[in-house]
């Protein structure tokens, strides 16, 4: 059985994943784009999403590729795929990605509301599970036959999965940003008591990375 990771996911050094007052004009609230800084140059991000060719390799681009090696499926809450609320709008939006999202696997999107599977091109299919973190991950898992599944957020998701205890390996790139308020991510959690260390942090060129993993038999 594959593991279950977060890769090169952002936080601010006060902790925070997106800023205030998220919006569809402002999905990451104010502020928050800065968080991605160290991404959007990366090979990694140039290719994989923009389609270009050219692109900053090094640290940076060595977490970002990594997140996307040996994945069989993700997991997504549902403002990861939308920026809409409540039941489902007849408006025609298939995701942030346009036609054809990095994915190439299937997704399983969080949601208090049924929807019918959407295939896209490059061999992404968005399920939308309406039963708990729980049941996607066990959709997740079966998907990747025997791959992993990466958790790609948003801060509310991994919360979820972390407090449950079901992610193993946690990548965060922590951007040199000062947020002050909006989404925390680790606010309340006692990860050691959970049963995670760090493994590992490494210096980019425009972030930090740390690599959180659950100790061996907790």
Do not use: K
């Not at 990366?42 to 640290?59: A, C, H, I, K």
């Not at 025997?146 to 193993?168: E, H, K, M, N, S």
Request: hydrophobic share 45%.
């Amino acid at each position: 059985m594959g593991e279950v990771r977060v890769d090169s996911f952002t936080i601010s050094i006060d902790g925070f994943a997106a800023g205030p007052g998220q919006s569809l004009d402002d999905p990451l609230g104010a502020g928050g784009t800065a968080l991605h800084e160290w991404f959007r140059p990366t090979r990694t991000f140039q290719r994989r999403v923009l389609g270009n060719q050219d692109g900053e390799s090094g640290v940076d681009d060595d977490f970002a590729a990594r997140g996307f090696d040996g994945i069989g499926a993700w997991i997504l809450g549902r403002h990861m795929f939308t920026p809409s609320r409540g039941a489902w709008p007849d408006d025609g939006w298939r995701g942030w990605w346009g036609d054809e999202p990095p994915y190439h696997c299937d997704v399983f999107v969080l949601s208090h509301h049924a929807r019918a599977p959407l295939v896209m091109a490059g061999g992404t299919t968005f399920h939308f599970v309406t039963d708990g973190p729980e049941a996607a991950l066990a959709l997740a898992r079966d998907a990747a036959g025997g791959a992993d599944v990466r958790i790609g957020g948003g801060a509310a998701t991994i919360r979820q999965y972390l407090q449950a205890g079901l992610i193993d390996r946690l990548h965060l790139a922590v951007a040199p940003v000062l947020l002050g308020r909006g989404e925390s991510l680790l606010a309340g959690f006692d990860l050691p008591a959970l049963g995670y260390r760090v493994a590992r942090s490494a210096p980019g060129a425009r972030a930090m990375h740390v690599l959180i993993e659950r100790v061996p038999g907790a």
